[in-house]
C-alpha cells in the first residue's frame, strides 16, 4: 500500500485509489483510466459547486458596497440562500418553444458549462496536482473556452425568438471581439516561460509575471471580463435592451445552468490569472507540501476574484459603442504595443541578469508604455472636445 504523506494528501489519496482498484484484478490501463474519471469527477464537482459559495460571497459584498444586508434569512448569515434558489429553479415550469429545436435547445446550456469546467484540467493546483499538464495550456484553455461562444449561438438561434437570436449575434460579437486582446495578453507571460504549459508557467514566476507584465494582466482581465459578460460590460442581457438576451426563452433549471456557466466562467478566469500572472500555487513551502500550494492558488483567485466583484457592483454600465471602440481602438493596440515591447525589452536583457533585474527594467518599460498611453489618450480627449465646442458654437 502505498505511504500516506500529509503534505501530499491529494497525490497520495490518488495512487491509494489506483492500488485499491489493482487489488481487484484489473489491468493496469483500466486502473490509470477509472483513476483519471474518478479525479475528473471529483474535479469537476469542484468546479460546479463552487458557484453555490461564491454567488452568497457575492450577494453579501455587493450588499455592503450598497449599504444593505443582502441574503440573511435562509440559515446563518443566509449561507442556505443559494439552496433555496436551486430549488427554486429546479420545481419552476421547464417551457420549450414551439418551433424551437428542442435538441440544441437544451444542448446550448449544457455546453456552455462543459465549455468553462473543461479549462480546469490544465489549472495546475499545485506542483504535482494538475489534471493535464500538455504543452499547449495556455492555447487549450483559450480554444475550450471560445466554445461557450458557440452555445450561446445555438441557445440563440434554437430558441425560435427573434429577440434572442438578435442578442445571441450581439454577444457573439462581443466575445469573439474581445477575445482578440485576451489572446494577446497571454502571449506575453507565455513569452516570458518560453513555455505554454501552465505548471510551466507557473514554476518560472520567482517573481510574480504581474511585476514584469502589469499591463498585460490589466488587460486579460478587462477582455476576460467582458467575456463572462459582467459589468461593465454586461449586455448580453441588458435589462432594457432586446428583452433578456439569448436565453430569453429558457425557464427553471435551463436558465439555471446558463447563470451557473457564467458563474463558473468568472471563477475560472480568476484561477486564470492567478496562475499566469500571480504565481500560482508558489509560496513558502508549496513544493515541498503541495497541499499548501493548494491552499496559496485558491486565496490567490478568491482575492482576484472578489476584485472582478468590486468592478462589476461599482461601475456603470458602458454603451455598445463605447464597449467595441475600448477594444478595438485601445485595447487591440495596446495589447499588441505590450507583446511588442516585452519582446524587445526582454531581448535587450543581458543574459547573466539576475530575475529581479529583468523584472524591474520590463515593469519599468511598463510604465513608460503607461505614460505614453496617457499622453496619447489626453491628446485624443482635448481634440474631441475642441469638435464637440465647435459643433455647439456652430449649432
Known amino acids: 500500500m502505498p505511504e500516506l504523506k500529509i503534505g501530499d494528501l491529494l497525490v497520495s489519496l490518488y495512487d491509494i485509489l489506483g492500488w485499491s482498484l489493482s487489488l481487484l484484478g484489473l489491468h493496469s490501463s483500466a486502473v490509470s483510466v ?36 443582502g441574503p440573511n434569512r435562509v440559515g ?6 443559494s439552496f433555496a434558489d436551486i430549488v427554486k429553479l429546479v420545481i419552476k415550469e421547464d417551457i420549450t418553444p414551439a418551433g424551437a429545436d428542442k435538441v440544441v435547445f437544451n444542448i446550448g446550456p449544457v455546453l456552455a458549462v462543459m465549455s468553462v469546467v473543461g479549462i480546469w484540467a490544465v489549472i495546475p493546483f499545485a506542483s504535482t496536482m494538475v489534471g493535464t499538464d500538455m504543452n499547449v ?22 430558441s425560435n425568438n427573434k429577440y434572442a437570436l438578435l442578442g445571441a449575434f450581439r454577444t457573439v460579437s462581443q466575445l469573439v471581439s474581445y477575445e482578440v486582446p485576451m489572446i494577446i495578453a497571454l502571449l506575453v507571460p507565455t513569452m516570458l516561460a518560453g513555455s505554454m504549459r501552465m505548471n510551466a508557467i507557473v514554476a518560472e514566476q520567482q517573481v510574480w509575471f504581474v511585476v514584469a507584465a502589469p499591463l498585460a494582466m490589466l488587460i486579460f482581465l478587462i477582455s476576460s471580463i467582458a467575456e463572462v459578460g459582467r459589468a461593465p460590460f454586461d449586455l ?33 478566469i480568476s484561477a486564470l490569472a492567478a496562475v499566469v500572472f500571480f504565481g500560482g500555487w508558489r509560496g513558502p513551502l508549496a513544493e515541498q507540501y503541495p497541499l499548501l500550494g493548494v491552499v496559496y492558488f485558491l ?55 539576475s530575475l529581479g533585474v529583468r523584472s524591474l527594467v520590463l515593469f519599468l518599460a511598463n510604465v513608460a508604455l503607461i505614460l505614453v498611453s496617457i499622453s496619447l489618450l489626453a491628446g485624443f480627449s482635448r481634440k474631441l472636445q475642441a469638435s464637440e465646442n465647435i459643433s455647439v458654437d456652430s449649432g
Open 299 to 353: 486565496i490567490k483567485t478568491y482575492i482576484i476574484y472578489l476584485f472582478l466583484l468590486w468592478i462589476r457592483v461599482t461601475l456603470p454600465r458602458v454603451r455598445i459603442d463605447q464597449m467595441n471602440n475600448l477594444n478595438w481602438k485601445f485595447l487591440v493596440p495596446l495589447s499588441l504595443a505590450v507583446l511588442v515591447v516585452t519582446a524587445l525589452v526582454d531581448k535587450a536583457v543581458p543574459v547573466g541578469a
Open 137 to 158: 495550456g495556455i492555447l487549450y484553455s483559450v480554444a475550450v473556452g471560445a466554445i461557450g461562444t458557440l452555445a450561446i449561438m445555438m441557445g440563440g438561434w434554437a
Open 236 to 268: 448580453l442581457e441588458a435589462e432594457s435592451e432586446i428583452v433578456a438576451g439569448f436565453h430569453v426563452e429558457y425557464t427553471g433549471m435551463k436558465f439555471g445552468v446558463w447563470m451557473l456557466a457564467e458563474f463558473v466562467h468568472a471563477f475560472t
Open 76 to 81: 446563518p448569515f443566509g449561507l442556505f440562500q
Open 34 to 69: 477509472l483513476q483519471k474519471i474518478v479525479s475528473g469527477f471529483v474535479l469537476a464537482n469542484f468546479v460546479m459547486l463552487t458557484p453555490i459559495f461564491t454567488i452568497w460571497v457575492e450577494r453579501k459584498v455587493a450588499g455592503r458596497f450598497q449599504d444593505r444586508l
